[in-house]
């Protein structure tokens, strides 16, 4: 990598950094900050291509309260680094996944270490707000940003510099049966991502809507769009439904003008 | 009141709301957005309060904690302000009401948008995304990159507006029935997408063969190799044959593998039930990093040679 690629994949992986705390921009999810690392260094589709199956693999992490989810920006920005590294091009897509994961909980863990700085910094703040000084407490929110930046940057700088032959062995000593075998535990990974989100989401009222989802899916000519619009539809009709049904019930007859609703009042 | 002395102009209160990017940017243990808070509240601040000791109480009142889902922060962002341009203009708004319309929203406002914006929105676009990037297409990162911030801005202003416009009613009109439509409607969504998902993108592959059935066939339904014309006429016809359906070989082995006996049954069936023992493991508190990395390891060890179900 020449001086440019080396400047500009740190501004990248700044950026990650930075997001995956805002959490505002996304830079820091896999299918823009592996797209980033793979334009600024010159090797785009690989790199796309790892982002996507990151992202979806990542679906479900997200920051929740005081939780922390594993950290995607590290993950994704080391491990199209090591993707462009190896050399490999598209093959290299399974290994860097590989290395991405224990990536994450590194990630995760430096991330909480910063926010537990960051207690120092909010301690200046009050300083501040005590003189009523608007700049400090300006400079010290920027600082605190500063510093989840550079929580994926000097990885990702230390990255750069560690020499291509010497990742590209590591990445080759990875025999098959592991790197086989990791990519099919990836397969199964997005179900954590899925579990998570359907936890949020379940109630008795919402299951039949994941059943009908699961149900056409496995009709191959329908598009994710299509399923898409299936669902939007069902949404509204469902909305409109129980909303006149809920009419009929308040009213306690019949009667309002809506002669579906009528009916389906007539069948309970 | 038509008559008040201070007022936040359109720019101040975009100002705010860019500023409310930054929100999680000083994310701490202690107070943790609280950093972020006061950093957006400045422009307001600095509007509304002339003297020192006003505005360091200022300052010093949203120091208080608060965490939220950054964007749902919006609207309490705007009731604030509306809050805040009360009391300067001399109305009775105690410290007190202020952080209690903050605390008061940030719970139940993080409850909608938790699963709204995280476990909705961004799983369908980044799916959608993912999808097109998967081809290798720079197509997927900017769909997703794109409809993302677009949709972000113009929730962050609009809510943000919507605050500030009913101030302290918002509460009220929290309960009312458009937010829990809006909820429910895109749980809905979300389940149905969910649903398809599992069936489509969890991926697990049997390859391990139940039975492998070698049969004879009789003559004229394989390509008769030894008895072809010479040339090309020999090619040709051997190409018809087989675009009309013709074996190649005499012998054929029909290998069943347990993935085709699972699929004939319910397609997906697999990648349900590991969905559904997730949730199972994740409602007993069981981290996700755990069962990630017990994936994985579930993943290599099955597809070592010796065992060869994966």
């Not at chain 2, 609009?158 to 416009?165: A, I, L, M, S, V």
Request: charged share 10%; net charge negative; glycine share 10%.
């Amino acid at each position: 990598m020449n001086i440019v690629s080396v400047l500009l994949v740190f501004i990248v992986a700044f950026l990650a950094g930075v997001e995956g705390i805002l959490d505002e921009f996304e830079f820091h999810q896999p299918l823009v900050a592996c797209t980033l690392i793979g334009l600024v260094t010159g090797n785009a589709v690989p790199c796309i291509i790892l982002g996507g199956t990151l992202q979806l693999m990542a679906l479900g992490w997200a920051n929740i309260g005081a939780a922390v989810s594993p950290d995607a920006a590290l993950a994704s920005v080391a491990s199209a680094i090591i993707l462009v590294k190896g050399g490999q091009g598209e093959a290299g897509v399974a290994s860097a996944i590989a290395v991405a994961i224990p990536l994450a909980v590194a990630g995760l863990f430096l991330t909480m270490v910063i926010r537990t700085v960051s207690v120092a910094v909010v301690h200046q703040m009050d300083a501040a707000a005590e003189k009523a000084n608007f700049g400090a407490i300006e400079i010290w929110q920027y600082i605190a940003i500063c510093l989840q930046g550079l929580r994926i940057a000097i990885p990702a700088l230390a990255l750069c510099f560690v020499s291509d032959t010497l990742v590209a062995n590591a990445l080759n000593s990875m025999p098959a049966w592991l790197t086989e075998g990791m990519s099919i535990g990836g397969g199964m990974v997005v179900a954590v991502g899925y579990a998570l989100v359907i936890n949020m989401m379940a109630t008795a009222e919402t299951w039949p809507f994941f059943a009908i989802g699961f149900a056409l899916a496995a009709v191959s000519d329908l598009t994710l769009i299509a399923l898409g619009t299936i669902a939007v539809s069902m949404a509204l009709i469902y909305l409109k439904l129980s909303e006149s049904g809920g009419v009929v019930a308040a009213g306690g007859q019949g009667g309002t003008g809506d002669p579906l609703g009528d009916i389906l009042d007539d069948y309970e | 009141m038509a008559d008040k002395k201070v007022q936040l102009s359109k720019a101040d209160r975009w100002s705010v709301c860019l500023r409310s990017t930054f929100l999680q940017g000083s994310w701490n243990y202690e107070r943790m957005q609280n950093g972020g808070w006061c950093y957006a509240m400045i422009p307001a601040i600095k509007r509304l309060y002339t003297t020192k000791e006003e505005q360091s109480a200022a300052l010093k009142r949203h120091l208080e904690f608060f965490n939220t889902q950054p964007y749902v922060a919006a609207p309490i962002l705007g009731v604030t302000l509306a809050l805040e341009e009360d009391r300067a203009n001399g109305a009775p708004v105690e410290d007190a009401a202020i952080q209690g319309v903050k605390v008061g929203m940030m719970g139940p406002l993080a409850g909608v948008g938790d699963p709204v914006f995280w476990f909705t929105a961004r799983p369908i676009l980044a799916a959608l995304g993912a999808s097109f990037a998967l081809t290798g297409s720079i197509l997927g990162p900017i769909i997703f990159f794109v409809f993302w911030n677009i949709l972000r801005m113009a929730f962050l202003w609009y809510t943000q507006e919507f605050g500030y416009n009913v101030g302290t009613a918002i509460t009220k009109n929290l309960s009312g029935g458009l937010l829990g439509k809006i909820t429910k409607g895109a749980s809905i969504l979300g389940m149905f997408v969910l649903g398809a998902l599992v069936e489509r993108w969890v991926s697990i592959n049997f390859v391990k063969v139940v039975s492998s059935v070698t049969a004879e066939l009789e003559p004229g339904h394989f390509i008769d190799w030894a008895n072809l014309p010479a040339g090309s006429e020999g090619i040709h016809q051997a190409l018809s044959q087989y675009a009309g359906g013709v074996s190649l070989e005499q012998t054929v082995t029909a290998v069943t593998t347990l993935q085709d006996n699972l699929n004939s049954l319910i397609p997906g069936l697999m990648p349900l039930l590991l969905t559904l023992l997730c949730m199972r493991l994740l409602k007993k508190n069981i981290s996700p990093i755990m069962i990630i990395l017990a994936l994985f390891v579930i993943g290599i060890v099955l597809h070592l040679p010796f065992i060869g179900l994966l």
